[in-house]
């Protein structure tokens, strides 16, 4: 439409097709009605069929509009016509869209279309004038896009239209042409470029004499250009034709620009450079897409950003780029101090910062007021409403950055080691927290600096190298540098040499001192306080990999609240990091040089107390659930694995042990602990080594090893005290049960309990009569048992821990169910599993759903019971209680034989065997017992008749009367199966003179 109406390439000739197409397209979408055209076209002088030539031009505008996707011309009612189509395709439509995006780039609204903003406006603030500024937008964008706009428009609209129609519309399109034009010829004044315009502004003035916004850019660019005689030559000509043409005088504003251009107006001069001080972009930048979108939002909603992070993560870096590529969007300027607030040099003081400051916003230095309050008031005034970004680097402290923050409007980012709590509590900085690379980007630097082809043909030796270096910025790109300068060296070598060699030593640069993680992570160190210091010291001789409070506290040799204090600093300067409440850490290469520290700072002595004191907190809480030092100990265990009482640190994981994980790992650590034990002739040590290696033994379902060694701890325990020989009787009633010998394991179990009762060691009383109970009914001595609970039970609420509840609960569970009460012994099982999901005690939470699942089982509810299996095998598998796995498949097997699913159960203890091949005697022979059922259930009786033929021999010896005359049952099924219903009812009846409460319900369904 700008232009010969046109369906590119082809102009319609026809001046009434061509209207009939203008009237659609200049409100596309919308109904034109028939009388409107009509009128348009035919300029009220329409023929006597004008209807059938309107259908006539519609059909061939259709026909032409085919070649343009997605446009046609529709009826819109019974007398009216639209053009469907994008308006974008459009070119007068398309010329709208591009100068209302200009509008809203340059950060005003896109539908002002007066008012233009003249590059010579001036305001007042502050008593002085100064240059006029817009909104915070992108002024370099903005005016590519009027460029943009200003190639679409021509010369002149609707070319070859005639009538009254055409004409209005064509002088209303030439004033709106007129108004872009001149919206983009101040855009590039403003942008300095009046040089490369002044032809194309005298040629637009001499064809608009009578327009005074263009004569008014014009004059400027003329001015501008050293050339103000010709300014003033054309202020003439423009008031003469005014006069002539009008009979009007100039506007005021051209007026004014007349006389500014006569008096040498300084502002009219192009504006002086905003400030770009920022020092280079870093090469390569990698990674931080959520930081630099933290930092894109907090520069609309906030005036203040403290990214914040440990040494050479990369702060600077992240402030710098962002600020980079974010030039056209601070118009006033972009200012950078680094502070020094960790540095080899000295910290830059408040003063002298804002001296730099005023500076580089165009004040002579002579202007900056000594007093540092003044200065801040005067860098407020001077940045206010500016759109400046302020980057203050490597700050110290908060106090260090107040004074140095702008006025409103500004956009400030504090890079700092320290976290800068008071500045975010109470200046309202919003933290962006910088820490390591995740893996991909990590890879991604190391592809920028290295090559592709390098990275990806040694995937694993790069993937190791960002582990070695702890996926920190500055220790990646030391390594990538010494790689890239020796292109013949493999990764893998350098991988090699960090290995084998000290990694601080190694990532380093020769001859520059500032590239070295040891020099960065120095300046950290160097501005802490002694306590602070010596605190950091002590963490590094710390084996393990995180620490409770408790035990920074134990080992620091100072007061609680100093430690405390101490400890806050150092996560306050990101040497330290709390992951989780009242648990601390250390990044792989802090805790390296913590421990260069610890070496340095500390004496041989202390060293040595404090190792102990470490190993010390961890025995003392031996008998306390495991699970956020299990990790700890092993790795301290491996890295003491001389010290004489390493036994004391591997004590505590027999949890582990009694959680059925990890076995080999902790079995490798008791060998170790127990040889030290012997050669410092420490008999507890060599007892309690002793007594672990037994129940590892027992874990891996070598039940003759862990009797043998569970014996072998009995006769250890003899000159030790009653607690040690208790311990070692419990335990050994324990291997004895897992054996199938359960008259020994009663005697060895009521040993140990009397002796607990005897010394008053009420803890062990507690443990052994949970697990003496289940024996005793085993055994059906239920009465005996249940004498042993109460007189548990008697001790007190108040001397009962929450695990002790869960075990007397079971305890009794066991009882009421061997009895055959049903209902009671569910309600003590809900009683105890509702204490276990209130907090973390090992594997109780399995026991509590064993039992349950085996009170639902044998009351006739398989589903349910079947339910509990599942899961109890679902939490094994997810803590990895690898030796556990094969007793709960084999109980879930034993439930789908009772549900008749035969083949299933087959598989869940092919399963189990091979996972873990020797298992203890006891479960074995409940095995025999559940395969017999499934062989009887498949119809393979001879089978069948070998498996029960095992499980009532295992039963009879143990003895374990109930199991006893399950596999009776099952042994007289598969006689019957076979043909022999006589030996089947001799079998039978062995059954039933045993007739156990508990099975009642499951022989007679």
């Known amino acids: 439409m700008l232009g010969p109406i046109t369906i590119e390439p082809t102009r319609l000739g026809a001046p009434k097709l061509a209207c009939v ?45 085919k070649s343009v996707p997605g446009a046609a011309i529709r009826r819109a009612g019974s007398h009216g016509y639209v053009l469907d189509i994008d308006p974008s395709a459009i070119d007068l439509h398309a010329v709208r869209a591009l100068r209302d995006e200009a509008r809203r780039t340059a950060g005003r609204p896109a539908e002002a279309t007066e008012g233009v903003r003249r590059p010579h406006e001036t305001r007042k603030r502050a008593g002085r004038p100064e240059q006029a500024l817009e909104r915070v937008g992108r002024p370099a964008e903005a ?199 960790f540095d080899e040099g000295d910290m830059v003081s408040p003063r002298e910062a804002l001296g730099r400051l005023l500076v580089a916003m165009n004040l002579p230095g002579d202007a900056v007021p000594d007093d540092v309050d003044a200065a801040a008031e005067l860098f407020r005034a001077t940045t206010a409403d500016r759109g400046v970004l302020v980057i203050l680097d490597n700050a110290r402290s908060a106090e260090q950055v107040r004074p140095l923050l702008p006025g409103a409007g500004a956009f400030t980012i504090v890079t700092s080691r320290d976290r800068l709590t008071g500045l975010i509590a109470l200046n309202d900085a919003r933290p962006v927290p910088v820490g ?36 920190l910025a500055l220790a990646l790109r030391i390594a990538a540098a010494h790689l890239a300068g020796e292109p013949i060296i493999r990764i893998a070598d350098y991988v090699d040499e960090l290995e084998r060699r000290d990694r601080l030593d190694v990532l380093a640069v020769d001859g520059d001192p500032s590239a070295t993680v040891t020099a960065n992570l120095e300046l950290s ?115 003491l694995a001389d010290h004489p009482k390493l036994w004391r640190l591997v004590l505590p994981l027999r949890n582990t042990i009694n959680e059925w994980r990890f076995i080999s790992r902790v079995q490798r650590l008791i060998e170790v ?41 009995l006769t250890l325990a003899e000159p030790l005290t009653a607690r040690e020989q208790t311990v070692a009787s419990g335990n050994l009633g324990i291997y004895l049960f897992d054996y199938g010998d359960l008259a020994g394991s009663a005697a060895a179990f009521i040993r140990g309990v009397d002796l607990a009762i005897a010394s008053g060691n009420t803890r062990s009383q507690l443990i052994f009569t949970s697990s003496m109970a289940q024996v005793l009914v085993r055994l059906g001595r239920f009465d005996e048992a249940e004498a042993y609970v109460r007189s548990a039970e008697a001790l007190g609420e108040d001397a009962l821990s929450p695990e002790q509840r869960i075990r007397l609960e079971l305890s009794n569970a066991e009882i009421h169910f061997n009895r055959g009460d049903f209902e009671r012994a569910m309600v003590a099982a809900d009683r105890a599993i509702a204490i276990a999901r209130q907090g973390s ?69 092919a399963e189990a065997r091979r996972k873990q091949p020797q298992v203890g005697r006891g479960l074995q022979v409940f095995v025999n017992l559940v395969l017999a059922g499934v062989h009887n259930g498949l119809g393979e009786f001879e089978t069948a008749l070998a498996h029960a033929t095992e499980a009532v021999t295992g039963y009879a010896a143990m003895p374990w009367p109930a199991r006893h005359e399950l596999a009776l049952v099952a042994l007289a099924d598969a006689y019957a199966g076979l043909g022999d219903p006589g030996t089947a009812r001799e079998h039978r009846a062995s059954a039933d003179r045993i007739a156990c409460p508990v099975n009642q319900l499951r022989r007679h369904r």
């Not at 920028?448 to 082809?453: K, T």
């Not at 420490?682 to 070598?702: K, N, P, V, W």
């Open 143 to 341: 005016l590519e896009l009027l460029r943009q706009a200003c190639e679409l428009v021509g010369d002149d609209a609707l070319v070859g239209l005639s009538g009254r129609w055409a004409d209005e519309t064509r002088a209303a399109l030439a004033a709106e042409r007129l108004e872009l034009l001149t919206e983009r010829y101040a855009a590039e004044l403003d942008a300095g470029h009046h040089a490369a315009v002044l032809g194309d502004l005298t040629a637009l003035s001499d064809a608009e004499p009578l327009a005074e916004p263009v004569a008014e850019l014009l004059m400027l660019a003329y001015y501008r250009s050293g050339r103000p005689a010709d300014a003033l030559t054309r202020f003439e000509t423009t008031r003469t034709r005014l006069r002539d043409e009008l009979g009007a005088d100039p506007s005021q504003r051209l007026r004014d620009l007349h006389l500014q251009i006569l008096n040498h107006d300084p502002t009219l001069d192009l504006p002086t450079a905003a400030p770009i001080q920022l020092p280079s972009d870093i090469p390569g930048f990698t990674g931080r897409t959520t930081e630099l979108k933290a930092l894109e939002q907090l520069a609309e909603s906030a005036s203040l950003a403290a990214v914040v992070g440990p040494g050479g993560a990369g702060k600077t870096a992240l402030a710098v780029h962002w600020g980079h590529s974010m030039i056209d969007r601070f118009p006033g300027g972009l200012l950078y101090v680094n502070l020094r607030g």
């Open 841 to 909: 005690y090992g594997h109780l939470d399995m026991w509590c759903m064993q039992v349950q699942a085996q009170i639902l089982l044998h009351s006739g509810r398989a589903e349910e019971a079947r339910a509990l299996y599942d899961e109890e095998v679902r939490q094994v598998r997810s803590r990895k209680m690898v030796s556990y796995e094969p007793e709960a498949l084999s109980y879930l097997a034993s439930v789908l034989v009772e549900l008749r699913e035969y083949a299933g159960a087959g598989e869940l203890i």
């Open 673 to 713: 602990g127990t040889r030290r034990a012997e050669e410092a002739a420490d008999g507890l040590g060599l007892f309690r080594m002793t007594s672990m290696a037994a129940t590892a033994r027992r874990a891996t379902g070598d039940s003759d090893a862990a009797i043998e060694l569970g014996t072998r701890a």
């Open 525 to 639: 160190y160097r501005v802490l306080d002694q306590d602070t210091r010596d605190l950091f010291a002590r963490l590094g001789m710390l084996p393990g990999e995180d620490f409770a409070e408790e035990l920074i506290t134990s080992a620091s040799g100072s007061a609680e609240t100093a430690t405390l204090r101490a400890l806050r600093r150092l996560v306050t300067a990101h040497l330290v990091e709390q992951p989780r409440v009242r648990r601390y850490r250390m990044h792989d290469l802090v805790r390296l040089y913590a421990a260069r520290t610890g070496e340095r700072e500390l004496g041989e002595q202390d060293r040595s107390t404090l190792i102990d004191s470490f190993i010390e907190w961890h025995h003392d809480r031996a008998y306390q659930p495991i699970n956020d030092e299990e990790t700890n100990i092993f790795l301290a265990c491996e890295t």
């Open 436 to 471: 390591m690379l995740d893996q991909a980007e990590a890879m991604e630097l190391l592809t920028r600096i290295l090559g592709a082809d390098r990275v990806q043909s040694e995937s694993e030796a790069a993937a190791r190298l960002a582990e070695l270096c702890g996926h």
């Open 21 to 65: 197409l203008a009237a659609l397209a200049l409100r596309p979408g919308t109904p034109v009605a028939q009388t409107e055209l009509i009128d348009r076209v035919w300029d009220g002088d329409p023929p006597d069929a004008v209807l059938n030539v309107l259908y006539s031009y519609v059909a061939r505008l259709r026909a032409a509009l």
